[in-house]
């Protein structure tokens, strides 16, 4: 492991040190919206979103190679996607009451599946795993710069509106009656939420992205009990797991995402199993 | 039948409807509720009874008819009702302090976040129901009736003229729902107060009127009701409770209501 540490500061590598540096970026996004999804329970909404993300994606490339729009990349159309989704999934269960789950479903599924399509037909090769399932070799100083924005944007967002965040999350009828406008509320987390997921989706990918949303919140529910506390916690876990699964990964030469994942997923099935039998 | 708009009406339902996917679920309703009113809500389950709240706040509107609360719209009256939520809605492992929930009756479109004065408000409403020392204990380590008394205090704490509660001795037991009626009594005599009761035959002594809804809406006075009565009524002998009366300052006079 201690190969982790000498290669980090190793200038041939400095896709390691960027994905460090990304891993520790990312947690604090990842900490607070993960709360705010894990407490509201939209985690489906989120996996929706993310396949989503996919599709954007898909068109971005497409209108690039074939329609020559070569501004339109595809982190573009991956955040055009993303917000797109965030408010068409927003919208579908604040007022599709019935059909709610099929209609996140069938987004959720048509999302991927245009992206796919899409590719497909652009011609050249793209490496879909690494969309998929992160890739930290892609991780260039443009996207820490949009990463620390985020961390900003969402930082400054969920401290000025905590308090209707929170309301929105706990009791969003109560709080509507307090005259907040709940709607805009619920959809500006969905968006935040979005944004999360596309900038996140270079370390751990489109599929992995929602259990590194969920997972260290729920450990950090575990020993929160204020709902500022779960952020601050579920960030440290973020963290912790990033940059273990990172090291993990480069000494056994596995892939970053899944290392990420199974680390953080097993260490929360572990402490469950814990809790219960004590 | 005639309704009549002077002020002691607090909460006027004028020829209610309401229907949820096909189902009638309130019909033909005319309710009016006075001033220091101190009413429990009673009827079998789908009868509409959490319907009933939902439009007094403005949260459904009916399909049919008129509802007006301290002569405005339900959506503009909003800040003059405290309501508490049927318990069993949150997430019980939702991470916040009793103060934390309590504060989220001082919400406000014009502040972002709480002042002093809202902490203190909030405090005082805890201190009311007999909390004060669990302000900084986690909602999710209360028993049931605690928790019932935290979501009161929460729709309490912005000085409400009219309280409404869904359920709130669901799941407590008879001493605890003892307690939390003597409360509700000392808060009638700021208040107006309206809840859903989770029980069809047995009614607290405290309150004084019985609304009882199953797809059409009476109210009757429980002055009328001795022991003996509400013993039958325990029993299941509902018809001993008077459809015909309707409890007024000036005495009772008729209304002329049928039961179906």
Known sequence: MIDVFYAIFDPDNVFLKYAFIMGALASISFGIIGTFVTTKRIGYLAGAISHCVFGGIGLALFLQVNMGLAWFDPMLGAVLAAIIAAVTVGLVSLHAKEREDTIIGTLWAVGMASGILLIDMTPGYFNLASYLFGDILLISGKDLLYVACLDVFVLSLSIL????????????????????????????????????????VRIVGIVLVIALLTIPPAIASFYAKRLWQMMLYSCLFCLFFIWTGLGVSYSFSLSSGPTIIVLSGSAYLILLIIRKIM | M????????????????????????????????????????????????????????????????????????????RHQIGYMPQYAHLDMDFPASVMDVVLMGRLKKSNLWFSKKDR??????IDELGMSSYVNTGFNELSGGQKQRILIARALCNSPDILLLDEPTANVDHQTEENLFSILKNLNSKMTILLVSHDLGFVSKYVKSVICVNRQVVIHPTTMINGAMINDIYHGDLKMVRHDHRCDPKGHHQEGHNHD
Do not use: W
């Not at chain 1, 509320?185 to 944004?195: D, G, H, K, P, Q």
């Not at chain 2, 203190?120 to 409403?125: D, S």
């Open chain 1, 161 to 200: 509106f905590f308090n209707r965040f929170f309301g929105v999350c706990f009791d969003s009828e109560f709080t509507s009656l307090r005259g907040i406008n709940t709607s805009f509320f619920y959809l500006l987390l969905l968006i935040l939420t979005a944004l999360t997921i596309v900038l996140l």
């Open chain 2, 120 to 125: 203190t408000e909030a405090f005082n409403a």
């Open chain 2, 2 to 77: 005639h309704i009549d708009m002077n002020n002691e009406n607090e909460i006027i339902l004028d020829n209610i409807y309401f229907a949820y996917k096909q189902r009638n679920v309130l019909k033909n309703v005319d309710l009016v509720i006075n001033k220091g009113e101190f009413a429990s809500i009673v009827g079998p389950n789908g009868g509409g009874k959490t319907t009933l709240i939902k439009l007094i706040l403005g949260l459904i509107r009916p399909d049919k008819g008129r509802i007006r609360v301290f002569g405005k719209s339900p959506k503009k009256a």
